[in-house]
């Protein structure tokens, strides 16, 4: 055997024991008389000592090793004179008989620590390498962790586990596909599933009644700190349940992870939130209720002061900072770019300074009395001390721009400790949103979601104001999984297709099979599906869910340690029936 014990195992009781390690070299320090050895496994590190009497075969490969050899020891466990209550194995040290050189290696291009003095992408280039740091190890450990948790709750359940295709049809409807050329069918192509969502449906009119699947999904879409082109689910469906059954379900599924994982538990049912609550006050469907600081509608009482800004709004919304009327001039202006960044939009910011002394300093003191800054601070519950920050515009743009001037102030607040949690259920989603560019409805979930069965007859007169039977579970402001009741009557479904600007022939070609499938009686069923990826980052503290996949892609959608995407082979091409032709400039 390479080893007897690993890096990370070896205790005070083991004191006396000969032993066999192997693993890599994270240090060498040589005192002359005496050298101390590092070597590191995934389980931990053990010090190993080349005493002052130890033969000269051992001095000398000792002498030679270098970070990252990869070395196996033999020697004696015994007693440190000096323990380390900074490692698990800090109380004893392993004295050497042998020593032998496995493999050597080059010199590592960042240093193999937490700390590591590697940037972003020399480390994504040499993944293999930065997934030894500890760093890394914990994170894909706490992956490995709740994926096994996961499959026994479910399992318990009586849920089972069944793959579906990775080769199936494009789709015209959410984010772009990636598709994969057919050699046997010149000039048609697979798509691989942005989703499981047709073939669990099946599953359910197959009678599987309890399916789920980690499955891997893919989707050509741009990149952000929470999203990876490959990316992996919880997909969950079930048959003969309504809302409540899901969520009652998925929300036991989620209190067990938190238990078992972190710790935490949770009193009480999750809340729910309706969308246009979460949206009039948080700015967003997902919105993290760690901290207040919701918003307020000032419309009515800031317009007809002869200020444009406000006067021209369709919406005139605040929120209140608390403890904040100290803030300068730098401060307030910092602010001001913020909101005026071009991913929020916001033309410029308002703020009402709430002073000790019982007056309102602000920015629009012109144009509004001192009653009038007092009675905005009393619709907003402001107090002495605090700062009325406002934006005002188009009201749903407006919206968004305060929900992330909210999530900022937050954060500058200290508001939003990643270790704490605050789950809640979003509910009564818009089934439909109107795209003025095409002049059409898409469906903001999927063509398959169910509308609340009381708003079915406004899918013919006033399509936009039907809720769907849908809900998303948030936590921190992270949208964790998502699902719905699926359509399973053939007219309702249909009705959802001419909605949406199918055709008869359209809906048949894209989606005949599932409705052919309805026709041989199809339960009512529905389903969730969680963001596997985001739930163990948000479990790990993290904001970004890179470290939480073994090997990532970067934000340009590239893998660097393989060079991946690459040109193929021209030979490869002409065997595929499909010829290259130069992209425009702006795509180089």
Known sequence: MYRTYTCGELRIQNAGQSVTLAGWVQKVRNLGAMTFIDIRDRYGITQLVVAEGA??????????????????????????????????????????????????????????????????????????????????????????????????????????EIETPYLIRSTPEGARDFVVPSRMNPGQFYALPQSPQTFKQLLMVAGYDRYFQIVRCFRDEDLRADRQPEFTQIDCEMAFVEQDDVLATFEELARKMFDSVLGVKFEGAFPRMPYAEAMEKYGSDKPDIRFGMTFNDLTRQAQGHNFVVFDSAEYVGAIVAPGCAGYTRKQLDELTEFVKRPQIGAKGLVYVRCEEGGGFKSSVDKFYSQDDLSSWAEACGARAGDLILILAGDKRRTLTA??????????????????????????????????????????????????????????????????????????????????????????????????????????????????????????????????FDRWCALFGGADSIRDYIAFPKNNSGRDVMIDAPAPIDPAQLEELSIALREAPAEKK
Do not use: C
């Open 55 to 160: 033969g000269g075969a051992i001095r000398e490969t000792a002498a030679r090793l270098g970070r990252e050899f990869v070395i196996q020891a033999t020697g004696k466990v015994i007693e440190r004179a000096s323990k380390n209550p900074r490692m698990e194995t800090g109380d004893i040290e392993v004295e050497l008989t042998e020593l032998r050189v496995l493999n050597q290696s080059a010199t590592p291009p960042f240093t193999i620590e937490d700390n590591s003095d590697g940037g972003d992408e020399i480390r994504m280039k040499y993944r293999y390498l930065d997934l030894r740091r500890n760093p890394l190890k914990t994170a894909l450990m706490l992956r490995h962790r709740m994926a096994i948790e996961i499959r026994n709750f479910l399992s318990e359940k009586g849920f089972l």
């Open 402 to 531: 305060l929900g992330e001037l909210r999530l900022e102030m937050g954060s500058r607040l200290g508001l939003r400790d990643p270790q704490q949690f605050a789950p809640l259920w979003v509910v009564d989603f818009p089934l439909l949103e109107w795209d003025e560019e095409s002049q059409r409805f898409f469906a903001m979930h999927h063509p398959f979601t169910s509308p609340k069965p009381e708003d079915i007859p406004l899918m013919d007169s006033d399509p936009g104001k039907v809720r769907a039977n849908a809900y998303d579970f948030v936590v921190n402001g992270v949208e964790v999984g998502g699902g719905s009741i699926r359509i399973h009557d053939s007219e309702l479904q249909q009705k959802m297709f001419r909605t949406l600007g199918f055709t008869p022939e359209q809906a048949e070609a894209q989606f005949g099979f599932l409705m052919n499938a309805f026709r041989f009686g199809a339960p009512p069923h529905g389903g969730i599906a969680f963001g």
